[in-house]
């Protein structure tokens, strides 16, 4: 992004948003913005309520304060479709695809392009999976089984579905968990170049290497408090783990 560029405004945003489960307080009052064009890492130690936060914008959970801004807009959404229209992707560690259906139908999944007669169009689903695929610059056949497939696999199939749904923020919840080495890479490949086109990225991962690699932005989030939102650039792995374990630390054990 250019530096001397004025800020743009976030797509995305989370702005003083506090979920409670029974006494649990998961968040209290994050905030969080998600630009164009930019890979933002959520970092936290486990519990800190990450997950929490992604299922506040993908429409998972209702907060129970504060708002969801879309292009700077509150919004509402009552479940993950809500999220889902309004341009917003979520991949899982691990995704659920069909295994009985081809990569192909996962993608158009319920909304196939028919011809007349109300006909499923199998050419124009296998021309517009296999688009997708070289805009990602994966290499998996559109008539392939789901089932089989890698969970890397499985992410890219997500992540191409959520193009053909013309999704603008890409958001990821550990997806290297159960990855190898040269998936991650790929996967990181695939981030990279949505990013280029102009994607916001939320990344979480416990791998603080990762979130230097692919990332330009970090939240750290402790025991469901927001505690910064600051560029990745200049900043240590100390620095971060000092956010996310507690600046006190050192003064606790001298
Ligand atoms: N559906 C739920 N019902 C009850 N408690 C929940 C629920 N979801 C999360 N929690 C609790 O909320 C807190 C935050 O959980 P969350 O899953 O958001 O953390 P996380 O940062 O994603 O952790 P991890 O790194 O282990 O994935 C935890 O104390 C968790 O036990
Ligand atoms: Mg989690």
Not at 63 to 88: M, N, S, T, W, Y
Not at 89 to 104: G, H, K, N, R, W
Not at 238 to 243: A, I, Q, S, T
């Amino acid at each position: 992004m250019n530096q001397s560029a004025p800020d743009p405004a976030p797509v995305l945003a989370l702005k003083g948003v506090s979920k409670s489960f029974g006494a649990v307080r998961a968040l209290r009052d994050v905030s969080l913005q998600l630009f164009a064009g930019e890979a933002h890492a959520l970092a936290g130690e486990n519990g800190a309520g990450k997950s929490t936060l992604i299922k506040a914008l993908a429409g998972v959970h209702r907060p129970d304060g504060g708002e969801v801004l879309l292009d700077g807009e509150p919004v509402v959404f009552h479940g993950p479709a809500d999220a889902r229209d309004a341009g917003i992707a979520v991949i899982y560690q691990e995704p659920t695809l069909f295994p009985d259906l081809s990569v192909a139908e996962n993608i158009f999944m319920g909304r196939q392009p028919r011809r007349s007669l109300g006909r499923i169009d199998r050419g124009a689903v296998h021309g517009t999976t296999a688009a997708l695929m070289r805009r990602l610059g994966v290499d998996l056949a559109p008539d392939r089984p789901a089932r089989g497939l890698s969970i890397a696999d499985q992410q890219i199939v997500e992540i191409a579905k959520a193009l053909s749904f013309d999704a603008r923020v890409l958001i990821m919840d550990e997806p290297t968990a159960a990855l190898t080495g040269s998936e991650t890479a790929r996967l990181f490949a695939v981030v990279r170049a949505l990013r280029a086109e102009g994607a916001a990225v939320l990344f979480i991962s416990h791998r603080l290497e990762e979130i230097f690699a692919l990332c330009q932005r970090v939240t750290t989030l402790r025991d469901g408090r927001w505690i910064s939102s600051e560029p990745l650039e200049g900043l240590t792995e100390e620095d971060l783990v000092r956010r996310m374990v507690g600046r006190d630390l050192d003064d606790l054990y001298p």
